[in-house]
Antibody, heavy 121, light 110 residues
Framework: EVQLVQSGAEVKKPGESLKISCKGS????????IGWVRQMPGKGLEWMGI????????RYSPSFQGQVTISADRSIRTAYLQWNNLKASDTAMYFC??????????????WGQGTTVTVSS | QSALTQPASVSGSPGQSITISCTGT?????????VSWYQQHPGKAPKLMIY???NRPSGVSNRFSGSKSGNTASLTISGLQAEDEADYYC??????????FGIGTKVTVL
């Protein structure tokens, strides 16, 4: 079965660091772009960025460039989303998703279950 | 880049057809054939319904169809069913080599 499994919910304080994960199975991880999508409480979807685990090529939305880091470890079929200085405004659900094929323009057909990140003092 | 424009809500009766619009610019929707549509039920992950303007992934009902004209893409749901009640988001590739979502549309089945 093709699936993405994300790490569990996190509760952090402002200023802390965090790295959440997304593990792929059932497909050739290095042949597909993996993306991250934010959904703040009660709000819409926001495209954050994508990574191609085959060569770690990365694209960031201008809104998230410099705010987060997307990485991947192809040896363990896992993509990551990382913050170095969390803010309360980072409180959201974060989804990872696989793009339909090897091209960065495509939609996302396989989604993780989501990771809730809560940042509060 | 700004979020794509969608109507906040669309409603219809069972069996009817509804259309959701998604308006962008020549730098996104109008410039590329790479528009996708997602359905999201409350508390669930989004589900891909349409990609590349009009392609349906395997397993998606043929009641869902997509099209594009100029800077506006559209998702049509035919034979509306209660299970179609959800939020719908469009998403387009952009000239910045990124993608951008629409603001989302709540579909209500009356």
């Amino acid at each position: 079965e093709v699936q993405l499994v994300q790490s569990g919910a996190e509760v952090k304080k402002p200023g802390e660091s965090l790295k959440i994960s997304c593990k792929g199975s059932g497909f050739t991880f290095t042949n597909y772009w993996i993306g991250w999508v934010r959904q703040m409480p009660g709000k819409g979807l926001e495209w954050m960025g994508i990574i191609y685990p085959g060569d770690s090529d990365t694209r960031y939305s201008p809104s998230f460039q410099g705010q987060v880091t997307i990485s991947a470890d192809r040896s363990i079929r896992t993509a990551y989303l990382q913050w170095n200085n969390l803010k309360a405004s980072d409180t959201a659900m974060y989804f990872c998703a696989r793009l339909v094929g090897p091209n960065e323009e495509l939609g996302m057909d396989v989604w993780g279950q989501g990771t809730t990140v809560t940042v509060s003092s | 880049q700004s979020a794509l424009t969608q109507p906040a809500s669309v409603s219809g009766s069972p069996g009817q057809s509804i259309t959701i619009s998604c308006t962008g610019t020549s730098s996104d929707v109008g410039g590329y054939k790479h528009v996708s549509w997602y359905q999201q039920h409350p508390g669930k992950a989004p589900k891909l319904m349409i990609y590349d303007v009009s392609n349906r992934p395997s397993g998606v009902s043929n009641r869902f169809s997509g099209s594009k004209s100029g800077n506006t893409a559209s998702l049509t749901i035919s034979g509306l069913q209660a299970e179609d009640e959800a939020d719908y988001y469009c998403c387009s590739y952009t000239s910045s080599s990124t993608q951008v979502f629409g603001i989302g549309t709540k579909v209500t089945v009356l």
